[in-house]
Nanobody
Framework: QVQLVESKGGLVQAGGSRRLSCAAAGSIFSINAVGWYRQAPGKQRELVAFITSSGSTNYTDSVKGRFTISRDSAWNTWFLQMNSLKPEDTAVYYC??????????WGQGTQVTVSS
């Protein structure tokens, strides 16, 4: 198991930007992809974005064109750049890493609140 440490989210004004980061505090051997989930109150957890070992990225439709996922060359740290934030982006955001068996390593989650 890998310890993942997230940056803090916080309160952001609508239309503003925020970059979240996730740092692996242990070995990250055999990771196939890294990504970000979020869960809003009363809603199911959803996969927001991920990037694979080949560099391919994928985004949920609601954030396409606004969010960008990236990682460092050693896969130790990955980021979620969030632009043009909307109140509906308010959620707890979790970074995660996927192995062959699925999404197995998780950050603790951080609250991102977007106000008007």
């Amino acid at each position: 198991q890998v310890q993942l440490v997230e940056s803090k989210g916080g309160l952001v004004q609508a239309g503003g930007s925020r970059r979240l980061s996730c740092a692996a505090a242990g070995s990250i051997f055999s990771i196939n992809a890294v990504g970000w989930y979020r869960q809003a109150p009363g809603k199911q957890r959803e996969l927001v974005a991920f990037i694979t070992s080949s560099g391919s990225t994928n985004y949920t439709d609601s954030v396409k064109g606004r969010f960008t996922i990236s990682r460092d060359s050693a896969w130790n740290t990955w980021f979620l750049q969030m632009n043009s934030l909307k109140p509906e982006d308010t959620a707890v955001y979790y970074c995660a890493a996927a192995r062959d068996s699925g999404w197995r390593d998780w950050g603790q989650g951080t609250q991102v609140t977007v106000s008007s």
